[in-house]
């Protein structure tokens, strides 16, 4: 008897779980509003060190506050690739 998941896992397997993956979208909007705001914010003096855990904060707000569009992107992703199942 083969359990229900069981099927190969190939590249394009991983690239859809991916894809329709709410906390994959909502990790990527993280680091790009991490990447964008950061330099904006740190004040010249600050320290490499203090830089990077001024960028894992944000990263970490920008995860928490993208969980509505995460969840519309792959609400439409599903149903434009996926049709209406």
Do not use: C, Q
């Amino acid at each position: 008897m083969r359990k229900r998941n069981d099927r190969p896992k190939t590249p394009t397997y991983y690239a859809f779980y991916l894809l329709f993956s709410t906390d994959a979208w909502r990790i990527a909007m993280g680091f790009v509003l991490s990447v964008l705001t950061t330099p904006h914010l740190a004040p010249p003096a600050l320290s490499p060190a203090g830089r990077a855990m001024l960028y894992v904060m944000v990263a970490a707000i920008g995860w928490t506050i993208t969980g509505g569009p995460a969840r519309w992107i792959t609400r439409a992703l599903k149903k434009a690739i996926l049709g209406k199942n």
